[in-house]
């Protein structure tokens, strides 16, 4: 993982990963040790910047990937897609957040399912 100074408050680092057909993929990525004893993380897609494949392609991989790398439970991770402004007139170029809830297969997550989240949603998530 590569830190960068001018990350927002909901990316600190570029995660790399292999998407579809073993493309090099990478997204912003914010992990959050909570209080509660669950560990939050956050992807974020980063459009250009990703020269393979886009989180939601690859959301239940990849969160199966982070939550190994952090070294999570599956019954205590906490995974978020974020989509940031790309400041366009058009409405879904606009920011989002989505909670997305798996299935565990025993090894994998599986089925996402997304909820979407407000930001002060999420900023509340992160504090606890």
């Given amino acids: 993982m590569e830190t960068h100074p001018d990350f927002d408050k909901y990316m600190d ?19 959050i040790n909570r209080n509660d004893g669950k560990l939050l993380a956050i ?24 939550m190994r790398d ?12 974020h989509t940031p402004d790309l400041h366009s ?11 997305v809830n798996f299935e565990w297969d025993g090894e994998n997550f599986i089925n996402p399912h997304w909820t979407r989240l407000s930001p002060d949603q999420v900023d509340a998530m992160m504090q606890s």
């Fill in 13 to 31: 680092c570029y995660y790399d990963y292999f998407g579809q057909w073993d493309s090099p993929s990478r997204c912003g990525l914010k992990i």
């Fill in 43 to 66: 992807a974020t897609e980063i459009y250009r910047l990703n020269p393979g494949t886009p989180v939601t392609e690859w959301v239940a991989r990849l969160a199966t990937k982070i």
């Fill in 70 to 81: 952090q070294h999570g439970d599956p019954s205590s991770f906490i995974f978020i897609e």
């Fill in 89 to 99: 007139k058009l409405t879904f170029y606009g920011e989002t957040f989505d909670l």
